[in-house]
């Protein structure tokens, strides 16, 4: 084969690949890269979305981090979530992983059933559970005075409303229950008869064979986790707005975080001080704090050794 | 998978002492797990059942303490479609949604077929950068965007800022479909190349029909995505009521019937009747998407 056809080849290929890419090359520059870079060029600006922008140096960033009261708040809310949510979906997602695998009846059913709240839309799921552990009226304080236990605030008090939005995540768990149940399915069961022949106690069994398969999914699981986390946003806002009663409509204010900051998350922040504050310099600091925080989880995702997803092959 | 789940409790034909101590242990084992799972399903159901059953309270009786509709007010339903804005906001949404999923599944399954199956310089850079496209908090980008949809073409309070976007590949959609892709042969599109197929050919005729529960899961995830989004509505819809989605509409709804919690409920029950009445007829799909993310690449 002559040089020129093979050049004239590789050069279709490459134009071949360039157009299957070009949607996402497209949608990459537009909204991506543009974006990310406006932001950067925002969190130097003093931008109200009337008079034109000016430069501000590090002002913005000194009154995110010095100044405004929301910050320090969502940034710990935000992390508590991080740590006990994630936490516990990971041990709750298994350990309901385990259940279904070991489930011999209506085996369907109950995966069906642990699956459905998964599918509820955010918004509705939060309307239900502010509801159902609504103070007073809902069905949740009721039993628990029924069978005598103390009724807590929930939504409506600062030391309850993230216990309360971290059981809203626990009710959601089925995509984590299938994945561990597809993962937990995988592990060779010769490997469990080995270790039966060789003594190894249930918990041995659990520890040494099922674990170590398994732990790439619960490394999946705790990063998938710590990113949704991170980008928590409509329930805490949801469940604050319909606990306090605000109503909603244009142009009306709420005070995010309700009750007492105790809701606030960081993506809140760049809504509070982008479209209800309408400093968009600021925003975009907040915006960038946010989005340090979950490149770093991403890299996490894909170290090359230990990382979930690897490019290569 | 459902072979292994359906396997039954190891059977024993005789009852010698050892043996009917071994079945007593199976036995209760077999209960132990039953009653756990019970349990599990009671935490997972009955928030659903409560919420349809307040659906169908009266007014006053919602607000009172009592379980069980005293009458079953199959009114409510009727009140909640004929408030108005509910059914705009219908329209709105499978608008947002419709629209959304096959702009989204048409323009992803190219990228992802390429990101699958040529080989190119920058495709692992490529990778790397749609996984972190996933990974991005919308809230990182959403000033400079907002400020060039509604202050360069003056289009907020329209769904347009949602629809179009989804017509230059979703990073999730992308990813999704790539991992599906990679468990197809590549025997199976040599063979068509060498019949002469193009790629986009063999794609079209050789490679969607394989692909078809793939391409199915990450319909069904966008659709729902759409369905569930609360903050792009609310940053570009909010000021034009004629253009909210059920999402962002349910919840204003609230406010509107401030303490009408059997009303706020019926609505809550609309809202997620749909997402739930599709994943009955698409079980397999969904179950398959959500194994595929959690699957290594």
């Known amino acids: ?313 | 998978m459902t072979q292994v789940l359906d396997r039954p409790v190891k059977a024993v034909s005789r009852a010698t002492p050892s043996r009917r101590a071994a079945r007593r242990r199976a036995l209760l084992e077999w209960l132990a797990v039953h009653s756990l799972a019970v349990a599990a399903a009671l935490f997972f159901t009955l928030p659903f059942v409560f919420v349809v059953l307040t659906s169908l309270m009266s007014d006053s009786q919602a607000l009172s303490r009592d379980l069980i509709p005293h009458t079953w007010e199959w009114g409510n339903y009727r009140s909640v479609l004929s408030t108005p804005g509910f059914l705009t906001w219908w329209r709105n949404t499978l608008l947002y949604a419709g629209l959304g999923t096959v702009l989204s599944v048409v323009s992803s399954l190219p990228v992802a077929y390429a990101l699958a199956k040529f080989r190119f310089r920058g495709r692992n850079l490529s990778l790397m950068l749609v996984i972190s496209m996933m990974m991005l908090p919308p809230q990182v980008v959403v000033v400079p965007m907002y400020l060039f949809w509604a202050k360069q073409l003056d289009l907020s309070g329209t769904l347009w800022p949602l629809i179009v976007p989804m017509a230059f590949g979703d990073a999730f959609s992308i990813f999704l479909l790539r991992q599906f892709l990679m468990t197809i042969p590549d025997e199976y599109l040599d063979a068509a190349r060498v019949d002469g197929c193009g790629e986009l050919r063999t794609l079209l005729r050789v490679v969607v029909p394989m692909a078809k529960p793939g391409i199915a899961a990450v319909a069904l995830f966008q659709f729902f995505y759409a369905w569930n989004d609360y903050f792009g509505p609310q940053i570009y819809a909010s000021e034009n009521p004629g253009a909210w989605t059920l999402s962002y509409g349910l919840e204003s709804f609230k406010g509107a019937h401030h303490t009408d919690w059997n009303l706020t409920m019926a609505a809550t029950v609309l809202v997620m009747a749909p997402v739930i009445l599709v994943f009955f007829f698409a079980q397999k799909a969904f179950v398959e998407g959500v194994t595929l993310t959690g699957v290594k690449g």
């Open chain 1, 1 to 313: 084969m002559s040089t020129v056809t093979l050049a004239s080849r590789r050069r279709r290929a490459a134009l071949r690949t360039l157009a299957f890419m070009s949607p996402w090359l497209v949608g990459f520059a537009v909204f991506f890269a543009y974006p990310l870079l406006s932001t950067v060029y925002f969190s130097f600006m003093h931008y109200d979305g009337f008079a034109a922008p000016t430069w501000s140096g590090g002002q913005n960033w000194g009154y995110v981090f010095e100044h405004y009261p929301l910050f320090w708040p969502a940034l710990r809310n935000t992390l508590w979530l991080v740590l006990v949510t994630v936490t516990l979906r990971v041990v709750f997602g298994l350990g309901v992983g385990l259940l279904i695998t070991k489930v011999r009846t209506g085996t369907g059913v109950f995966r069906t059933l642990f699956y459905l709240p998964y599918l509820a839309p955010p918004v509705a799921a939060t309307m239900a559970f502010a509801f159902l552990l609504n103070p007073g009226t809902g069905p949740v304080d009721s039993l628990l005075e029924k069978a005598g236990l103390p009724a807590p605030g929930w939504f409506s008090d600062p030391a309850w409303s993230k216990p309360a939005l971290t059981l809203l995540a626990l009710w959601g768990i089925g995509d984590l229950m299938v994945v561990f149940m597809a993962a937990l399915l995988d592990v060779p069961r010769e490997q469990y008869e080995a270790a039966e022949l060789d003594g190894a106690s249930r918990w041995q069994r659990f520890r040494y064979v099922t674990l170590p398969a398994i732990s790439p999914i619960v490394m999946f699981a705790v990063v998938t986790g710590v990113i949704q986390a991170m980008q928590c946003y409509t329930q805490p806002l949801v469940a604050g707005k319909v606990a306090s009663g605000v109503i909603q409509g244009a142009g009306v204010q709420f005070e995010p975080g309700y009750p007492d900051r105790s809701t606030l998350t960081l993506p809140q922040l760049v809504y509070n001080l982008g479209f209800q504050r309408f400093d968009y310099g600021s925003a975009c600091v907040v915006a960038l704090v946010l989005f340090v925080l979950s490149m770093a989880f991403t890299a996490l995702l894909m170290r090359r050794r230990g990382g979930l997803i690897q490019a290569g092959d």
